[in-house]
C-alpha cells in the first residue's frame, strides 16, 4: 500500500494535463477578446460603408453626360 500511495503523489500525468488545461482557456480567451475587440470596428466600418453607398448617385447609360464632376 505504501508503493502505491508513493507513486500516486510523485505522479506527474495529472499535472501535465492541467497544465494543457490552463494554456488552452487562456488561447480561447485571448481569442474571443481579440473578436470582441475588432467585432466593434467592423460594425463602424460596415455603417460607414452602407451610407457611403447609399448617399452616392448612380447614373444610367444615357446620363453619363449629367453626372457632376469634382475639379
Known amino acids: 500500500m505504501n508503493t502505491f500511495i508513493k507513486n500516486f503523489l510523485n505522479d506527474e500525468d495529472g ?7 490552463v494554456l488552452t482557456a487562456a488561447v480561447v480567451g ?16 460596415a455603417t ?3 451610407t457611403s453607398l447609399t448617399s452616392g448617385t ?14
Open 30 to 45: 485571448l481569442g474571443i477578446a481579440g473578436v470582441t475587440a475588432v467585432s466593434n470596428g467592423i460594425d463602424d466600418l
Open 58 to 71: 448612380v447614373a444610367a447609360t444615357g446620363e453619363l453626360s449629367q453626372v457632376p464632376t469634382e475639379e
Open 48 to 50: 460607414d460603408i452602407g
Open 15 to 21: 499535472a501535465v494535463t492541467v497544465d494543457w488545461v
